[in-house]
């Protein structure tokens, strides 16, 4: 049973192609630019619309975890190639979302956003955690021949594409405080898939941990202050929302009883009353 648990020993030809399709899956080409511009435009339309169906169709199609896995297996083997190419596309990818999105932003001119900007410009721990459990069933699924990647991509693109045009729509109305939280979020979920992809990596046998693991680690910590920060915020508000809704409810039950007493105390006075003057 424990033998089951444990990584199976990686071959020299199976390493050499799960490089390859990391390769291919960090390459600039015109299926990954159709479907960043159409993930893009579609995440676009759903925030403006404040539709969640809309912005989930985008999240479903988005490529951007396709290089993200070959960065983070290039930085442990040390892969310049392959590093620079997935770079590359993430950085391309981001570009043609910003512009896209803003430009969107400023053709519509709506100055005010619904709750499907605004969820995504206050990001906390939760959102980390999120990140980096997705990365990790990507990167599963990726060593792994049972697991469809269309299970994991769906997972993975949530995180990625919905905060770029947030930072585009809130540039193009000059919301800087929109623009930065998601942004955050943005790297945020970037820098959380990737340290999972690169721990999974590792566990499954097929690269080594060295200092790229630990830059990206003390990247990831640098994270915690502000997204501490904004938990502790979410849970503050969350614990006064409870205490004056129960204080809410105390004084509205306390007023129905106040109600029903002088309502009872009516009656049984008019019932005195026409007693008095109905006599048996």
Not at 144 to 150: F, G, K, L, N, Y
Not at 157 to 184: E, R, Y
């Amino acid at each position: 049973m424990l033998n089951r648990l444990l990584p199976e020993a990686v071959t020299e030809d199976v390493f050499k192609q799960l490089h390859q399709e990391l390769s291919i899956d960090a390459s600039w080409t015109i299926n990954y630019v159709v479907l960043t511009i159409s993930s893009c435009l579609i995440a676009t339309f759903g925030l403006i619309s404040n539709s969640t169906a809309v912005i989930i169709g985008a999240m479903i199609i988005a490529p951007l975890m396709l290089p993200l896995r070959g960065l983070a297996f290039g930085a442990l083997e040390g892969d310049l190639i392959l590093f620079r190419k997935a770079l590359g596309a993430i950085a391309g990818a981001a570009i043609i979302a910003l512009v896209l999105s803003w430009l969107t932003g400023r053709i519509a001119g709506i100055p005010e956003y619904g709750s499907e900007v605004l969820s995504r410009t206050q990001p906390n721990l939760v959102d980390l955690g999120i990140a980096v459990v997705a990365g990790g069933i990507s990167s599963f699924a990726k060593t792994r021949e049972r697991i469809s990647d269309a299970l994991a991509g769906v997972a993975i693109a949530v995180a990625l594409m919905p905060p770029l045009c947030v930072v585009g729509l809130s540039l193009s109305q000059g919301i800087w405080s929109f623009s930065l939280g998601a942004f955050l979020l943005y790297v945020t979920n970037l820098l959380g898939i990737t340290l999972a992809c690169m721990l999974v990596f590792i566990v499954a046998g097929y690269t080594k941990v060295n200092h790229a693991l630990s830059w990206t680690f003390g990247f990831t910590a640098l994270l915690f202050l502000p997204l501490g920060v904004s938990f502790w915020e979410l849970a503050r508000q969350a614990r006064l929302q409870a205490t004056i809704n129960n204080t809410l409810v105390r004084r509205v039950e306390a007023g129905l009883g106040t109600i029903v007493g002088a309502g009872l105390g009516t009656k049984f006075r008019y019932s005195q009353i026409t007693e008095k003057q109905n006599p048996p």
